[in-house]
């Protein structure tokens, strides 16, 4: 009987190293003092993070399942960009009068950078006919 993912407290240590410094990223940039960005800054940073983890599934599915590529999606997706991206804060915001159109926006703009992300590290697909050889078919086992 296969058994599903088992606690660790090493992959613990990584999503809360993880978790800080993407944590302190997306506080440091709620503290720029730029005309506008106090609006913008949760979608921004939300868009950018399901981007960057959009890639970071593509790469992990790229290079399979195993001790690395685990350990790296605990460090960046579950902790870095978990701390860094905060869909909390964006519901309180659209809650208490963020317009309607910039929510429903950062949605549709979330989603789709996290599809650009993972089509962009995507294996390239095998031009069509690759690996055939000019050999015609038998048609019998060979």
């Known amino acids: 009987m296969a058994s599903g993912p088992s606690f660790s407290w090493s992959h613990l240590g990584l999503v809360i190293g993880g978790g800080v410094l993407g944590?302190?990223?997306r506080a440091g940039l709620l503290l720029i003092d730029a005309p506008g960005w106090q609006q913008v800054s949760v979608p921004v940073i939300?868009?950018?993070g399901g981007f960057l983890l959009g890639l970071l599934t593509g790469l992990v599915a790229r290079h399979g399942d195993g001790r690395r590529t685990r350990a790296a999606?605990?460090?960046?997706?579950?902790g870095v960009l978990g701390g860094f991206t905060t869909y909390?804060?964006?519901?309180?915001q659209a809650v208490h009068g963020a317009e309607l159109w910039l929510t429903l926006a950062t949605v549709v703009v979330g989603v789709a950078a996290a599809w650009i992300g993972l089509v962009a590290v995507r294996e390239p697909a095998a031009p069509a006919g690759a690996g055939d050889d000019d050999?015609?078919?038998t048609?019998?086992?060979a």
């Open 73 to 78: 999606r605990q460090f960046f997706g579950t």
């Open 23 to 25: 944590t302190a990223a």
């Open 139 to 141: 048609g019998g086992d």
């Open 46 to 48: 939300n868009v950018v």
């Open 135 to 137: 050999r015609p078919e």
């Open 88 to 92: 909390s804060t964006f519901a309180v």
